[in-house]
């Protein structure tokens, strides 16, 4: 059976400036990509608690820094406890196999061709001038972009980097996170209370 996962992003309101807890830095929005539904999502703060079902009903959880960051500062909304959600980072990935961390845009840039529309500084400040329209905008393109780049890795088994050396391969195996896994102890995801 084939898995849905959701590719996840979310901008806040605070920076860790202000707050050293993810818990406090407040969503602004949040977007998703539902595998499951071919479908994508933008919710405000108000609206965060429809977000809930999709990440309790994915398989996974991906996106670039979810882990440490997107999720972590959804448990200061979600009732139950995030690290029960199966998550899948691109980020961690790409720093256990080349041992640093590079932006999400590096790594779009290099294997797309693309480039993303902003920064998350930019998405702070979009909030603070009550720009809905354009943060909703940066956050799902932010969603779309890795969507994009994860679809290209499991196709490919690889995405790309530019170095001073030029443009360096970093070979991926993704594809184990749309399908089911082969003893069959793929396990639907319920509230953890």
Not at 29 to 55: M, S, W
Not at 66 to 72: G, N, P, T
Not at 112 to 133: C, F, P, Q, R, S
Request: with cysteine; glycine share 8%; charged share 30%.
């Amino acid at each position: 059976m084939k898995k849905f996962p959701l590719i996840l992003d979310l901008e806040t309101k605070h920076t860790f400036r202000e707050f050293n807890d993810p818990k406090k830095l407040g969503i602004s929005v949040a977007a998703i990509y539902d595998y499951g539904n071919d479908q994508e999502r933008v919710f405000t703060e108000k609206e965060i608690g429809q977000l809930f079902p999709y990440l309790e009903n994915s398989s996974y959880i991906i996106g670039y820094n979810v882990i440490s960051f997107d999720i972590a500062v959804l448990q200061g909304y979600y009732p139950g406890k995030v690290e029960h959600f199966s998550a899948f980072d691109i980020l961690e990935d790409v720093r256990e196999k080349i041992g640093r961390r590079l932006a999400l845009n590096d790594l779009i840039y290099a294997t797309l061709g693309k480039k993303k529309t902003g920064h998350g500084l930019m998405a702070i400040d979009y909030y603070k001038e009550g720009k809905w329209e354009e943060l909703k905008r940066y956050c799902l393109d932010d969603v779309l972009l890795t969507k994009n780049l994860f679809d290209y890795g499991v196709k490919n088994r690889e995405i790309n980097y530019l170095n001073e050396k030029g443009k360096m391969t970093i070979k991926v195996d993704w594809s184990k996170y749309l399908e089911e896994e082969p003893d069959g102890t793929d396990m639907p995801l319920t509230l953890p209370f």
